[in-house]
């Protein structure tokens, strides 16, 4: 081949390898921009991630220097990115925190990350606590930390106040003073006439001695508490059924004591009262009354503050001088606004526990300096001298003293000691302990907080070892500290101290050495924090958890978990026991399957039904498997976020009551023929006693008529021939004619009101009581009557019927006052706890209250014939009336005095 050829041949194959080189060429240009384009897009969004996140992030270089912070670390910290740079992060600590740091970073390197909680230091001083997440990351070779922080400042304070309301809640349940008692109440013809004590806490029966109450009625307990304290029931029965709380004090007769009670409802028919009992200060206010009497010429005109309180904080009395230093107007101003003299007046509410204090021991202080507030904010010092009266059992009653205004003294004396007064004033006023030692130990300064806390005095530490307070097995613990403090170290460790009730609390105590000029180390600053409720959270969880398990197993119902394909999560025993089942083995079983016997789920299915709803479903089922009914409530188990997982199915048995249901259903069917049968034996009684009373009317009346006719014809044709006691026998004999006469009519008056139908409406009571002494005393004319009517509440009734009751007892009260010279009668009228009360009241003779049964009986009569005519039958129809209307009737005398007569019919009627 020519050579020419060739070469045309190398040079088509060199540009075709060109071609082919500047292709692959462009190939990976655009395949390297396009990496760097989507890497610059993933560092964009990863910066904008890191630079606007909610939390704190941090990187740092492995010897802890921090090289990038975003822009919620600058805004948290306070500082610029250049300041920070020139940082390293344990900078970014609060000093007390910084001795962990080391541990906490070690566990990072060994770990690869970590998180761990601390508190964190802004440029400004201010702290904040925070949770960190910090890893060990590699870039490029080079060994980083990365810090992601969170502020949990807010959820800290969320958990600590869960906790201390939690606390206050077991311990003012576990440990009230004031007594409780839970009660069911008992109505009868819807008036409440008894209740049940359900249940009352440990205070009840040290306050009123009273054992063994639950389940007991009060008419047991204390067997004449209806008679002697019937207000009680009302306001009881009240609450009850109103369910509007009531506030009240009240002297129990039969218990010989005063009470002060609130009482709620929680639920309609039931009432609790929560009780103190008062006696004593009920006593103790009668003596205060007496002696402000006796002293108030004292207090009135005395240049000085005269003054009394009570130990708990409350003012009894105060002279004119008292309230001016304090910047009131006047004593009762003061003594109205003054509820709390400890937080209101003292600008150091713990001196009054001090003064507390001295005063239980000494009985006086004199010359006590006090730092107080005046109403218009001013603040002012004062000089006391106080005493202590005490009772027979040397309880303090209340405080009385003399008060001077020292200001002006106390700030040109108190301006020497100004930097040192702010000194102490931040010291002793921090929660923490804070103690400071010298080289040889020796206890130069202990804050007031420790001694509030332990209950300890400054005098008990100070005489005893520095050990004598601490559990013997932290000395070691504690004396390794020490060892280590005086070496230059601080410390951080917990240990126990005893309080002086014999408790032991539970403290972080850190201890910094503090160097002297020359580098010796001179003191030891000990800052001690009570740990004790996160010591016991712990312990409450695990026995919370405890005591659940217990109550689960225990409860008899078959009570079990089911997620949404219907598998039992849980169980406790009594379900796993109808299984036949342990409650392990029944865990992951299906219910439809293991209960019913079937593929799928049953119609009537609570929990498929809650499944689609999410609402609580309850059904009764019969299941021969588990022999018998059953009522069944699925309720719905949700998980933190609030999504729908399964329910807690709830089985109880219902078998014995569905059988007594039946039962009782098999009682009424024959009850409801027993009751036709027994009404048509009262219709038939009835229709004999119509025919009864019309024999009487008739039958009886013509005999009686004859007898005094032909009486009336003796003495008319044959009076001349009788002698005169003769004609006195005739006109006895027709006199008791007569009377006889009265006496059926009446018998038929009371047997007609017992089947006389009423009609009711809105009756005047004032206009039949006014109308009703018009009749009668038109009768009775030529006597000094003086009647006296109050305004009465109109009452619903028989517009025919209660007329009655007026005319018989206001006849009652005319005749029964004939005696008396000037006859006296008053009618008065009130609405008293769901009653409309009447009364009528004379001077007359009255009777003898221990017959006052009798009065009320057909034919009772505690008077002879012969002073007061009558049948003895007024009262009872008075009674019949007032009992068909729903009230009640009694009376009350003072034997040839005067006696009051009352009827009272229910409001609502």
């Known amino acids: 081949m020519p050579l020419t050829a060739w070469l045309m041949i190398l040079l088509a194959v060199a540009l075709a390898v060109m071609v082919l080189w500047g292709q692959r060429l462009v190939d990976s240009l655009r395949r390297e921009l396009s990496v ?52 390293k992060i344990f900078d970014l600590r609060a000093q007390e925190t910084r001795g962990k740091f080391t541990a906490q970073m070690a566990a990072v390197q060994t770990q690869g990350s970590a998180i761990f909680e601390t508190v964190h230091r802004r440029k400004d001083g201010s702290t904040f606590q925070a949770e960190i997440s910090s890893r060990a990351v590699e870039m490029n070779g080079v060994q980083y930390y990365l810090a992601v922080t969170r502020d949990i400042t807010e959820r800290k304070r969320a958990e600590a106040a869960l906790r201390t309301s939690e606390a206050r809640y077991r311990s003012l349940f576990e440990n009230t003073l004031n007594g409780l008692a839970y009660c069911r109440m008992i109505y009868e013809q819807g008036r409440p006439s008894d209740f049940v004590y359900v249940t009352v806490n440990n205070a009840f029966e040290g306050l009123t001695g009273l054992k063994d109450v639950v389940g007991r009625r009060v008419s047991e307990v204390i067997p004449d508490i209806q008679e002697k304290d019937p207000e009680i029931f009302e306001i009881y029965g ?16 039969s218990l010989e004591m005063w009470f002060a009670i609130s009482v709620y409802r929680p639920q309609e028919g039931y009432f609790v009262a929560v009780f103190d009992v008062i006696t004593h200060r009920k006593q103790a206010e009668l003596a205060l009354r007496e002696a402000e009497q006796k002293y108030r010429g004292i207090f009135e005109n005395a240049v000085e503050g005269i003054y009394q309180s009570t130990p708990d904080g409350r003012l009894l009395s105060a002279n004119p001088a008292m309230a001016a230093i304090h910047g009131y107007a006047s004593p009762e101003e003061f003594i109205a606004d003054m509820h709390d003299i400890a937080n209101q007046l003292y600008v150091d509410p713990n001196q009054r526990e001090e003064f507390k204090r001295l005063m239980e021991e000494r009985g006086e202080v004199t010359g006590s300096e006090t730092h107080v507030r005046r109403k218009d904010g001013r603040l002012i010092w004062i000089s006391a001298n106080v005493r202590a009266v005490r009772d ?94 005086w070496a230059g170290q601080t410390t951080s460790i917990e240990h126990r101290i005893r309080c002086r009730d014999g408790s032991w609390i539970w403290v972080e105590a850190r201890a910094k050495p503090i160097p002297g000029p020359d580098d010796r180390m001179m003191q030891l600053l000990i800052w001690a924090h009570d740990i004790t409720e996160r010591k016991e959270a712990g312990e409450r969880v695990l026995r919370a958890k405890e005591e659940w398990e217990r109550t689960f197993n225990a409860v008899p119902d078959l009570i079990c978990i089911l997620d949404a394909k219907h598998t039992l999560v849980r169980a406790n025993r009594a379900m796993a026991a109808k299984l036949g089942v342990t409650p392990e083995q029944a865990v992951g079983l299906t219910c439809y399957e293991c209960v019913h016997g079937l593929q ?40 933190k976020d609030g999504q729908l997982i399964g329910s807690v199915h709830v089985a109880r048995d219902i078998t014995a009551r569905k059988r007594a249901e039946e039962t009782i259903r098999e009682l009424n069917r024959t ?34 008529r004859a007898i005094n006719g032909f009486g009336a014809i003796l003495g008319e044709d044959h009076g001349s021939c009788l002698n005169e006691e003769g004609r006195r026998t005739l006109g006895v004999i027709r006199a008791e004619a007569e009377r006889m006469g009265q006496l059926v009519d009446d018998l038929l008056a009371f047997s007609r009101i017992g089947r006389q139908a009423m009609q009711m409406t809105s009756v005047d009571m004032g206009a039949l009581a006014q109308r009703a002494f018009d009749e009668c005393a038109a009768a009775a004319s030529g006597r000094d009557i003086r009647f006296k009517l109050h305004p009465l509440p109109p009452a619903q009734g028989d517009a025919a019927l209660l007329p009655q009751v007026w005319v018989n007892l206001i ?62 039958v007024g009262l009872a129809l008075v009674q019949r009336i007032v009992l068909r209307h729903g009230g009640r009737v009694w009376a009350e005398s003072t034997l040839n005095e005067s006696a009051t007569f009352h009827f009272a019919l229910p409001a609502g009627k």
């Open 36 to 87: 760097e384009r989507e890497r610059k897009a993933l560092a964009d969004r990863l910066a904008l991630l890191t630079q606007h996140a909610n939390d704190i992030i941090v990187l740092a270089t492995a010897d802890w220097r921090i090289v990038e912070a975003n822009d919620r670390a600058l805004e948290a910290y306070g500082y610029t990115l250049d300041e920070m740079r020139r940082m």
């Open 238 to 253: 009240r609450v009850a059924r109103t369910g509007a709380p009531e506030k009240f004090e009240t002297y129990v007769e």
């Open 392 to 485: 027979a059992s040397g309880k303090i009653l209340r405080y009385e003293g003399t008060v001077e205004d020292i200001t002006e003294h106390k700030q040109a004396k108190d301006a020497l000691r100004e930097s040192e007064a702010r000194y102490r004033l931040l010291a002793e006023n921090v929660e923490d302990f804070v103690t400071l030692l010298d080289a040889q130990e020796n206890r130069l300064y202990i804050s007031p907080s420790y001694f509030r806390v332990t209950g300890w005095t400054a005098e008990e530490v100070m005489r005893t070892a520095w050990d004598a307070r601490l559990h013997s097995d932290d000395i070691p613990l504690i004396k390794q500290s020490r060892a280590a403090n």
């Open 600 to 639: 799928s789920p049953p119609d009537f299915c609570p929990h498929a039904k809650l499944m689609k709803d999410q609402r609580e479903h309850t059904e009764e089922v019969h299941e021969e498997r588990l022999g018998g009914d059953f009522l069944v409530t699925c309720t719905p188990l949700h998980d």
């Open 671 to 704: 009850l409801e023929q027993r009751v036709h049968d027994r009404t048509a034996q009262l219709e038939a009684s009835n229709k004999e006693l119509e025919s009864f009373c019309y024999s009487i009317s008739h039958d009886l009346r013509a005999p009686l």
């Open 811 to 872: 006849s009652n009260a005319i005749k029964y006052t004939r005696p008396k010279p000037v006859a006296e009668i008053e009618v008065t009228g009130c609405v008293e706890g769901g009653e409309l009360i009447y009364r009528v009241k004379d001077n007359g003779v009255g009777f003898d209250t221990q017959y006052a049964a009798k009065l009320f009986g057909v034919f009772q009569r505690l008077h002879n014939e012969t002073d007061f005519e009558g049948t003895g």
